[in-house]
């Protein structure tokens, strides 16, 4: 038999379990307060092969119980590829598979395992729950209680299954509780059935074996029960199977009750322990057996489940937000303010407003409200103060994430902004609605030869995970440049990116070399045009809504903003006659336009209507064109006209937008061959696709 690893005495093994042992004490604080990125960080950290399995094994528990399940899968995965016949790291991948839904995938790879590993009762455990939760689902949305009895019965092959399993794992070691507490549940909830449903004079033969086995059952698991609890050191499963014991046997519900007080006293507030217990209670709640006696120990549990959500969500307020909680996350990284003698001039002071500006706008892109939850690593002048104080003017609580004390952060990274720098980052410190904390007591001191800073992002972005990575949107103010061995501001936040793109997390991108072209742009549109309604940022997300331009940056859309002239009509004013040669395009952005041409015999009909968010005329700017039908007002419009002179500018200037946008008119002059020259355009017509007759006069 192989040593237990940790009683070598070695010097190098001694220090390596002294090592782990100061992992494992922080490891189970980040559990109990579900701080998922302090165990996915330390666990990455891991190293020596020594220790490596038990960290894996771990961590994947931590992150299960806190339902962050594709987080632990891949946590098992990296265990498999060192140790592919461990056998805690096949069972867990197949527990978690199935709490993903994967339920074909979790009963093969237990299945195998078993063949491999038959005495494993754990294995067969989870076997078990897997039958089980297939028979609860043959009835658990009936809402008639006898019917659902009966279709619960109807299904009672997946029960003797579940049993069979069940108890196949506790004949291998009788003084594991847990698969023989679940064989008598499930034995019982099943004889309660057949003596409803079953045919008296000819009970099914697998009925009548459990009916045979019960006594025996029974009585063994209880004196083994009793035996762990007075052996000194029971646990919460030992009494939370006891209880279980009493409520089967029918016994009092006062002898109940008192069993299932006393092992939420041994539950340590661990929730996923708890819901357990529920879960299998829940069984005989729903299908009225032993009903007064389950319904008031479902009461007992759900008030300490309450209890215990309550004091978290009070410490919640000061930490991250819970698992599986209905918010958002938004992870932000970005350049700091330059240098005063740097030589890039990648941030210069002059472009906070138009920072600000951008991330903003990435918030409202992002949908972000006040619950929502802000993450950035550090609080450096430029992008991450910006970024924390726009979360702070939405009411959103943001996590900060230190890599070093106050004083040496804001020496290195905050004041070569200035005192307004410092003072800013102090009134972020000390709002109530941010929470900042430090790398070396939380994660303890980054080891030599580890940049700190480094190590600070990826903890930040690890904790950024705690709803999950479909819920995660990575805001980052970068040139998208390569970082060089000397431009350590472009390596952390190329960095960041990187990562976050290959766990999958939405990017959206802040050019910053772009920037100041915006800023200059915005101060241009500002002087040129002071009275018009629709400022430079509301012609952007106009254009942005139009499908012409829908999929250009918004550096792009800005540009074309810029040229685009606003003008206003009152109720059938003309925009466009017919016959005249069209070279404007017409982008809609309140009212309705009405296209009409000459009545055959009468007055002008009107064979199609644009309104907000429509465009007209884009066939102008592209080439020489008659126009064929006449532009009229209907009620007040307002709208942006794009001629076609400045169209041309931007092709030359800029060809990649002229690209993306004649190959959407392109895709719409084949939508609009389809149509009958001769049929009007209709409300049935796809949206902004007429027929030639009113391609033409667009």
Request: with cysteine; aromatic share 8%.
């Amino acid at each position: 038999m192989e040593p237990d690893r940790r009683t070598l005495r070695t010097p190098l093994a001694t220090g390596f379990w002294r090592e782990f042992n100061e992992w494992e004490e922080r490891v189970a604080v980040a559990r109990r307060q579900k701080r998922i990125g302090d165990i996915l960080l330390l666990t990455e950290e891991i190293s020596n092969p020594l220790c490596k399995e038990d960290a894996v094994a771990q961590a994947g528990l931590a992150l299960r119980e806190l339902g962050r399940h594709e987080l632990a899968l891949q946590e098992y995965r990296k265990g498999l590829a060192v140790n592919s016949k461990h056998v805690e790291f096949r069972r867990e991948e197949a527990v978690i598979l199935n709490r993903m839904g994967r339920v074909d995938e979790a009963i093969i790879k237990l299945e195998r395992l078993l063949v491999d590993e038959p005495s494993d009762t754990r294995s067969t455990g989870c076997l078990g729950r897997i039958y089980t939760s297939i028979w609860k689902k043959c009835w658990i949305g009936i809402d008639d209680i006898e019917e659902r009895r009966q279709a619960a019965f109807d299904a009672y092959q997946w029960v003797i299954k579940s049993i069979d399993t069940y108890l196949r794992g506790f004949h291998f070691d009788l003084n594991v509780h847990e698969p023989g507490i679940k064989a008598l549940n499930m034995s019982c909830l099943l004889l309660e059935l057949a003596d409803r449903f079953d045919h008296a004079d000819d009970p099914d033969p697998d009925i009548r074996r459990i009916r045979h086995l019960l006594p025996e059952l029974q009585s063994t698991l209880g004196l083994t029960l009793k035996a762990s609890a007075a052996a000194g050191a029971p646990d919460y499963w030992t009494y939370a199977s006891l209880a279980e014991w009493h409520l089967v046997r029918g016994d009092s519900v006062r002898t109940v009750v008192r069993a299932y007080r006393k092992s939420l006293s041994y539950a340590r507030k661990n929730l996923f322990h708890l819901r357990s217990s529920l879960k299998q209670l829940k069984l005989f709640c729903d299908l009225g057996l032993h009903e007064e006696a389950s319904k008031t120990a479902e009461a007992i549990l759900l008030n300490e489940i309450d209890r215990i959500e309550a004091v978290d969500a009070d410490h919640r307020e000061r930490e991250y937000p819970l698992p599986q909680t209905a918010v958002l996350a938004f992870l932000f990284t970005g350049h700091r303010l330059d240098r005063k003698n740097s030589e890039a001039r990648r941030f210069p002071a002059d472009l906070e407003q138009e920072v600000r500006r951008q991330i903003d706008m990435s918030l409202d892109r992002g949908n972000a409200d006040w619950n929502d939850h802000g993450f950035v690593s550090g609080a450096a002048c430029g992008g991450d103060i910006i970024f924390i104080e726009t979360c702070l003017d939405r009411g959103m609580r943001v996590h900060v994430h230190m890599p070093c004390t106050d004083a040496d952060f804001i020496s290195e990274q905050v004041a070569h902004g200035g005192d307004q720098w410092i003072a800013r980052f102090y009134a972020i410190r000390n709002n109530p609605k941010v929470n900042m904390y430090y790398q070396q007591e939380r994660v303890g001191r980054a080891r030599e030869g580890v940049d700190p800073c480094d190590r600070n992002a990826r903890w930040t972005l690890y904790s950024s995970l705690v709803l999950g990575i479909e819920k995660l949107r990575l805001i980052a103010l970068w040139d998208g440049k390569s970082a060089t061995a000397d431009d350590e501001d472009g390596r952390y936040v190329g960095a960041m990116v990187a990562h976050a793109q290959r766990m999958g997390c939405i990017l959206d991108h802040l050019d910053i070399t772009k920037l100041e072209y915006l800023f200059a742009a915005h101060e241009t549109v500002d002087a040129h045009d002071r009275h018009a309604r629709l400022k430079i940022d509301d012609r952007v997300e106009l254009l942005r809504k139009v499908s012409l331009f829908s999929s250009l940056h918004h550096v792009d859309l800005t540009q074309i903003a810029l040229v685009t002239e606003e003008r206003q009509y009152e109720d059938e004013a003309l925009l466009a006659s017919i016959g005249e040669q069209g070279d404007e395009l017409f982008i809609i952005a309140q009212g309705e336009v009405s296209v009409r041409v000459p009545g055959e015999d009468g007055p002008d009909r009107t064979i199609a209507c644009r309104c907000a968010g429509d465009y007209v005329g884009e066939m102008a700017i592209v080439h020489d064109e008659i126009r064929t039908a006449s532009l009229v007002a209907n009620g007040d419009v307002l709208i942006l006209a794009l001629s076609q002179v400045n169209f041309r500018k931007i092709l030359r200037d800029r060809p990649e937008t002229g690209f993306a946008v004649t190959r959407t008119l392109a895709d719409r002059l084949i939508e609009a061959s389809r149509f009958d020259p001769g049929e009007p355009a209709t409300s049935s017509a796809p949206a902004l696709a007429p027929a030639p007759q009113v391609q033409a006069a667009l």
